[in-house]
């Protein structure tokens, strides 16, 4: 994770506010709204090294300090955002999707409007490539509902439609907070429309916040509900309901003119189907063209982990005729009752000295959810090692219930690599920022490895193919400090990670201090060159330039 600067611990959230997607709030036909919580300033270059400075790297130290202070406000740049869709067919038989945009109120600008009230607004795009072609496109400018509290932000949440043949697309979403200066965020999708069958088939699984009858008319408006996604697919732990809709079609195929609709929670990928929680509905339904199905569950007893949404037909005979499942994510509260219940003898916890157990417990933050990183970091202060190895076993267990060994020696793998790859004298080696991102995202594809470009700190860019349903992801470590090995993330167009449009200056030693830095996007006389090969080869790449062929790790 990186480390933050919290310019304020007051929470104007209320405690029944999902983190996320928190309570949503209709605002109009247009938008609804998160309510949350703090301002966050990230502050990815400050590390463990400064804890321990002295004669010989104070100027690195000191250097270090004044480019990141300089640049942090510049850190905030990216929108966090992340976009969904789901496909329904018309009832000529034609596809159609439709787009769940989320929006990250902590990271817009909310200015004054003339009624003293903030707001934010942000420029959207919408836009269907196939090929280098538009197939469909939307530009329209989202605004928040107007707040007062000045330590509040207000999340956004977007719902589109678009009728589009069958084909391969790529998604592009642009995002322009127009109360700041900063470059759009750019969010990209891969998109496959299929053919709508002419059999019984369901449509997407869309998750939902919370549904009622409609009263007016609006895009969230089906079959004279009224609903409002949830485009995160994810219940913190003071989501109590699960709700979900799908669209059965064609069901007058079917030799049954009667049959079962049957939909229930299972671990996710379990073939085994086996019900959760008691986690199941059964309906009797007459064929017809098109069946709407709203389902609803009371999830608060659902324990953490990945589940599916599993919605099913079957026929008189018990015979699966369709089935469709969603993968949805739950993170409930974890307790010292609930886990001191396990019995771990002779499992793989108990195999582990206390080093290892400290060691695999603490790593496993990286890939652990919000409420497990509490506990995780709990673990450390109470130092209980059976809590601990009870807890160890109990997180890969809800990963992988057939086999939590194999799920945990895989992670151990992964753990064991970034340790010898980068550990340094009193920082473990997942501490760092370069191990993080790898235990996160796994081995890049590719590494560009620069550690001796002339007017350049040391750099490093990792090159993903592919994460998160992002393409073409790339990470910038550099080394201002040359006395440590340390290689702090500097930028990244991944979402939700440190953003840094201007990356290239910073690794240039010659500018990094130069006061212009604040005049960058206003001065075209700035040097465009940074080192020998820095911006001279890649800089048509489509990530802002970048290094040529450097070495290869």
């Not at 130092?383 to 219930?401: G, I």
Request: charged content about 20%; overall charge neutral; hydrophobic content about 35%.
């Amino acid at each position: 994770m990186q480390k933050i600067i919290r310019f304020s611990v007051l929470k104007p959230w209320s405690n029944n506010t999902h983190l996320p997607p928190p309570q949503i709030v209709p605002i109009n036909t247009q938008i609804f709204i998160f309510l949350c919580g703090t301002k966050t300033l990230p502050l990815s270059c400050i590390k463990q090294h400064l804890q321990y400075p002295n004669k010989k790297n104070m100027k690195n130290i000191i250097t270090t300090l004044l480019i990141t202070l300089l640049l942090a406000q510049n850190t905030l740049a990216a929108i966090q955002a992340e976009v969904s869709y789901a496909q329904f067919t018309t009832p000529d038989n034609k596809p159609y999707l439709e787009t769940y945009l989320y929006i990250g109120g902590k990271s817009l600008t909310f200015t004054k409007q003339n009624n003293a009230a903030k707001q934010a607004q942000v420029q959207i795009s919408i836009v269907f490539l196939q090929d280098t072609k538009v197939a469909a496109f939307d530009k329209f400018v989202l605004n928040s509902q107007t707040i007062a509290d000045t330590l509040s932000y207000i999340d956004m949440v977007d719902l589109k439609r678009f009728s589009l043949p069958t084909g391969n697309y790529t998604l592009e979403v642009s995002l322009k907070d127009l109360n700041t200066k900063d470059e759009p965020t750019i969010l990209k999708n891969d998109v496959a429309i299929a053919q709508p069958p002419t059999e019984a088939n369901f449509s997407s699984v869309m998750f939902i916040d919370r549904y009622e009858t409609s009263k007016t008319e609006s895009v969230y408006t089906k079959g004279g509900i009224d609903m409002y996604p949830n485009p995160l697919s994810y219940y913190p732990e003071n989501a109590n309901r699960l709700s979900f809709y799908t669209e059965l079609y064609n069901t007058t195929t079917l030799t049954d003119t009667e049959f079962l609709i049957n939909y229930f929670v299972r671990r996710h990928n379990d073939t085994q189907n086996q019900i959760v929680a008691e986690l199941r509905k059964l309906k009797r339904q007459k064929a017809a063209a098109v069946i709407p199905v709203l389902a609803d569950f009371d999830i608060s007893k659902l324990p953490s982990g990945n589940y599916d949404a599993v919605i099913e037909v079957r026929n008189k005979k018990n015979e699966l005729v369709v089935q469709k499942t969603q993968l949805f994510q739950r993170s409930s509260k974890l307790t010292d009752e609930v886990l001191k219940s396990l019995n771990v003898d002779n499992t793989f916890v108990q195999k582990l000295t206390a080093k290892e157990l400290d060691l695999y417990t603490q790593a496993a933050k990286h890939v652990a959810r919000p409420n497990e990183q509490k506990y995780i970091a709990n673990l450390k202060v109470n130092n209980d090692s059976t809590l601990m190895r009870q807890f160890l076993y109990n997180f890969w267990a809800e990963r992988m219930p057939s086999n939590p060994e194999a799920a945990f020696i895989a992670y151990k793998k992964s753990v064991d690599e970034v340790e010898k790859n980068y550990s340094m004298a009193r920082v473990y080696g997942y501490n760092t920022d370069r191990g993080r991102i790898q235990l996160q995202y796994g081995k890049p594809n590719d590494i560009q490895n620069a550690p001796a470009e002339p007017s350049a700190y040391p750099y490093q860019i990792w090159h993903y193919y592919k994460i998160e349903g992002q393409s073409d992801v790339k990470f910038v470590f550099y080394n201002p400090n040359t006395a440590t090995n340390e290689y702090p993330l500097l930028h990244s167009d991944a979402r939700k990670e440190l953003h840094e449009p201007r990356w290239q200056l910073v690794i240039n030693k010659s500018y990094s201090l130069d006061p212009r830095i604040r005049e960058l996007d206003a001065s075209p006389t700035i040097n465009n060159h940074y080192g020998t090969r820095i911006g001279d080869q890649r800089v048509n790449d489509g990530f802002g330039g970048g290094i040529g062929a450097g070495d290869d790790d």
